[in-house]
């Protein structure tokens, strides 16, 4: 029910962009998703799709999604991690054993709206 909510929210989102731009529909959006957002890619798709039918505004919309690698970097040496993986994540850096920041991976975010 978590991707359901997500594509509401887009849904939301879009109908405000459609608005504010005096737009008829929206063609494609972009979104960006961390692997580590916690977001199934697959299950919003399908929640997106099954929204379709009673939402004009999504009717004819692409939706291309892009999934971003996490990186983490170490505050205190500096420390540089990056994964494609979400299972090979560690929280702790492997040189001075502190706790790393998160700086991507975990976002969920609309980078563009094309519309017409
Ligand atoms: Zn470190």
Same mark, same amino acid.
């Given at each position: 029910m978590h991707e359901g909510a997500i594509?509401?929210?887009?849904?939301?989102?879009?109908k405000q962009v459609m608005d504010d731009n005096n737009l008829k529909r929206i063609v494609r959006v972009r979104l960006?998703?961390?692997?580590?957002?916690?977001v199934m890619i697959d299950a919003l798709l399908?929640? @997106?799709?099954?929204?379709r039918s009673e939402e004009d505004v999504i009717s004819q919309t692409a939706f291309d999604i892009v999934e971003t690698d996490v990186k983490a970097k170490?505050?205190?040496?500096g420390e540089f991690y990056e994964y494609s993986d979400v299972s090979e994540v560690?929280?702790?850096?492997k040189k001075c054993g502190?706790? @790393?920041d998160i700086i991507e991976g975990k976002e969920m975010e609309i980078?563009?709206?094309e519309g017409e």
């Open positions: 594509a509401e929210s887009i849904v939301d989102i879009l960006k998703i961390g692997k580590m957002s916690g399908f929640a @997106l799709e099954a929204l170490c505050n205190i040496c560690v929280m702790l850096c502190m706790p @790393l980078v563009d709206v």
